[in-house]
């Protein structure tokens, strides 16, 4: 992948695939399908700087699969990949195991 640095308070997101079928079995169709809320952060930047001009670390990391607002982040194509830039305020939480 081409080497690309988020800025700030930015995060670089791939989306996660959502589910094929519902839960009574039936297949949904790509053009009747949402696009996916949860995804895993490729990568992320160094953080914002606070009133003191301090950077204040981000909560997140790369490998960390996130929940996000539906109209969130502005998709970009890396390499042919697309992907979410957005801010980590955009972000609702992170998913844990």
């Known amino acids: 992948m081409t080497k690309f640095r988020p800025l700030h308070d930015r995060v670089v997101v791939r ?10 079995g039936i297949i949904i ?14 990568a992320a930047g160094p953080g914002a700087r606070n009133e003191q ?8 990391k790369a490998g ?14 890396i390499d042919g990949e697309e992907l979410l ?3 980590e305020s955009d972000i609702l939480g992170v998913i844990s195991a």
């Open 15 to 24: 989306r996660l695939e959502s589910e094929q079928k519902t839960a009574g």
């Open 29 to 42: 169709p790509d053009t009747a399908k949402e696009k996916p809320m949860e995804g895993e952060v490729v």
């Open 53 to 60: 001009g301090q950077i204040v670390a981000l909560d997140v």
């Open 64 to 77: 960390d699969r996130i929940l996000f607002g539906k109209w969130s982040g502005t998709e970009v194509k």
């Open 85 to 87: 830039i957005m801010k």
